[in-house]
C-alpha cells in the first residue's frame, strides 16, 4: 500500500485498509466483491464487503469525489432520501507507482434495487409508472430544499418497494448542486433533462425485451413533468378564500398530510377588511404518515407503509371485540406492535427474511389476508394469512436484501445525448 493513501471519512473502519486499493477498481479479486445488481454508471462502480456490511465504490477524479461527498453528507443532514457517504479514498498507487483515481464510498442502501433490476424481475405492467410517480416525489423534495440535481434519471436513482409503490433514493450527486432556493429555469431544465433521460432509458428497456414494445414511452416521461408540476403545486401555490370559508385552510392541510406531508411553517395574512385570508406553505416537512408511526411504535418505515400500517393499527383501535375504543393512543399502539405486527414479522422463517423489508412483508400479508377474505367469504385470522403468504407468495419472491446473479451492466444499453438537449432560459 502506497504510503500517499489518505482516508477522509465521518465513520472509520480500519478494515478500509485491508482493501486492495493498489489495484484498479475494476480489476478487484472476487472475493472482495458482493454479488449485487449494478446500475449503469459513467464511472466504474463495485460494491465490497466489509466488516459484516456491503459498501458501494466508485473511482472519480479526486476533486469531484471530495465535492460529492460533501453535497451527499448535506443532504443526509436534510434528511433527504439518499444513499450514505462513507468517505473519499485518495493518493492511491498502483505497485508500480502509477497513479490511480480516487475512490468515493458509500453504504449500500439495503433492499434497494437499480430500475434495470426491478424490470428483469416479472413486475405488474404499470411498474415504469410506479417508479416516475416515485422519482417525481425525490425531485420536488430535492428542490424544494434548493438542490439542483443537473442529471435526473432512473440511472442516478435507486429503488425501495413502499406498500404498493416505490420510494426513490438519490444515488449519484456528482452533476448535483445546492443553493438557497432554485429558479424557475433551474427547476425547470433538471425536469427537461429528467424527461429526455426518462424517454431514453425506458426505449433501452423496449430494445433489451424488458419492456413491452408497445410501451408509449415519450408519454411515460411526460407523466413525471406532470406528476412533479401538480405536487410543485400543491406544496406551494398561494390560495386565498373568503373570511367565511376558514375551513379551506384545514382542507388544505388535510390535502398535504394525505400526500405524505405536513406543514411546518404556514404564511398567513388577512385584508384588513377580513374578507380575504391568503395562506402560503413556507415549510413543507416530508414524512407525515412515517414519523406518526415512528412517534407511536418506533417503527421507522417508508411513507406509504408507514400509512397501511397506521390503517391496520386504526382498525385493531376500533375493533369492537377489544372493548377499549377509549384508550390512549400510545398504549394500544404498543398492544398491536407486539400483539400483531411482530407476530406476523417473526412467523417469516430465518431464510426468507431477505426477501423484503418487514413493513413490506406484514403490507402484502394484509393485502393476502384480503384477497382470501374475499374469496373464501369469510374473516381469515391473521395467523393463517401469514402463513399461506408465506409458502403461497414470499417463499417464490427474490431476495431483496442481497439479489445476487443479476448483473444489470451486462444488459443492452442505447445512449442518449443529453448534451444536445436546449437550455431553458431562467425566469
Not at 415504469?128 to 435526473?152: E, K, M, P, S
Not at 448542486?177 to 425547470?188: E, P
Not at 390535502?255 to 413556507?282: C, H, Q, W, Y
Amino acid at each position: 500500500m502506497a504510503k500517499s493513501l489518505q482516508i477522509v471519512t465521518a465513520a472509520p473502519d480500519p478494515a478500509l485498509l485491508d482493501l486492495p486499493w493498489h489495484i484498479p477498481l475494476a480489476e478487484w479479486p472476487a472475493k472482495t466483491i458482493a454479488a449485487l445488481p449494478r446500475g449503469i454508471s459513467r464511472h466504474v462502480v463495485r460494491f465490497v464487503k466489509l466488516s459484516g456490511r456491503v459498501i458501494a465504490i466508485k473511482e472519480i477524479g479526486e476533486t469531484v469525489a471530495h465535492r460529492e461527498y460533501a453535497l451527499l453528507r448535506a443532504l443526509d443532514r436534510m434528511d433527504v432520501p439518499s444513499v450514505e457517504p462513507v468517505g473519499v479514498i485518495t493518493g492511491r498507487t498502483s505497485l508500480e507507482g502509477e497513479p490511480l483515481e480516487a475512490a468515493l464510498i458509500t453504504k449500500h442502501l439495503q433492499f434497494s434495487l437499480p430500475y434495470r433490476a426491478l424490470f428483469s424481475q416479472v413486475l405488474r405492467p404499470d411498474t415504469a409508472t410506479r417508479l416516475i410517480d416515485a422519482l417525481a416525489v425525490l425531485l420536488v423534495r430535492l428542490h424544494l430544499l434548493g438542490f439542483y440535481w443537473g442529471d435526473v434519471s432512473l440511472s442516478n436513482t435507486l429503488f425501495r418497494r413502499d406498500a404498493e409503490t416505490f420510494a426513490a433514493y438519490l444515488v449519484d450527486a456528482e452533476t448535483g448542486d445546492l443553493h438557497d432556493k432554485l429558479t424557475v429555469g433551474q427547476r425547470r431544465y433538471d425536469l427537461e433533462i429528467a424527461r429526455t433521460n426518462i424517454i431514453g432509458e425506458l426505449m433501452d428497456l423496449v430494445a433489451g425485451e424488458l419492456l413491452d414494445e408497445e410501451t408509449d414511452t415519450v408519454a411515460i416521461g411526460d407523466r413525471l413533468t406532470t406528476r412533479y408540476q401538480d405536487l410543485w403545486a400543491a406544496l406551494t401555490e398561494e390560495e386565498s378564500f373568503g373570511a367565511g370559508e376558514r375551513w379551506r385552510l384545514a382542507a388544505r392541510i388535510e390535502k398535504l398530510n394525505a400526500l405524505g406531508f405536513d406543514i411546518a411553517e404556514l404564511d398567513m395574512s388577512e385584508e384588513r377588511d377580513g374578507s380575504t385570508v391568503r395562506i402560503k406553505p413556507k415549510v413543507v416537512d416530508a414524512g407525515h404518515h412515517s414519523r406518526r408511526l415512528l412517534r407511536l411504535t418506533g417503527l421507522d418505515v417508508q411513507e406509504h407503509q408507514a400509512r397501511r400500517l397506521l390503517n391496520d393499527l386504526d382498525s385493531y383501535r376500533a375493533d369492537p371485540a377489544r372493548e377499549a375504543e377509549d384508550e390512549d393512543e400510545e398504549f394500544v399502539a404498543h398492544e398491536w406492535l407486539t400483539g400483531v405486527f411482530e407476530p406476523a414479522v417473526r412467523a417469516v422463517p430465518r431464510e426468507l427474511r431477505g426477501r423484503l423489508e418487514p413493513a413490506q412483508i406484514f403490507h402484502e400479508i394484509l393485502d393476502h389476508r384480503w384477497f382470501l377474505s374475499e374469496r373464501q367469504n369469510r374473516d381469515v385470522p391473521m395467523a393463517e394469512a401469514t402463513a399461506t403468504y408465506i409458502e403461497a407468495v414470499l417463499r417464490h419472491r427474490p431476495d431483496e436484501k442481497a439479489v445476487l446473479g443479476v448483473d444489470t451492466e451486462a444488459m443492452p444499453v442505447l445512449s442518449v445525448d443529453t448534451e444536445a438537449m436546449p437550455v431553458l432560459s431562467e425566469d
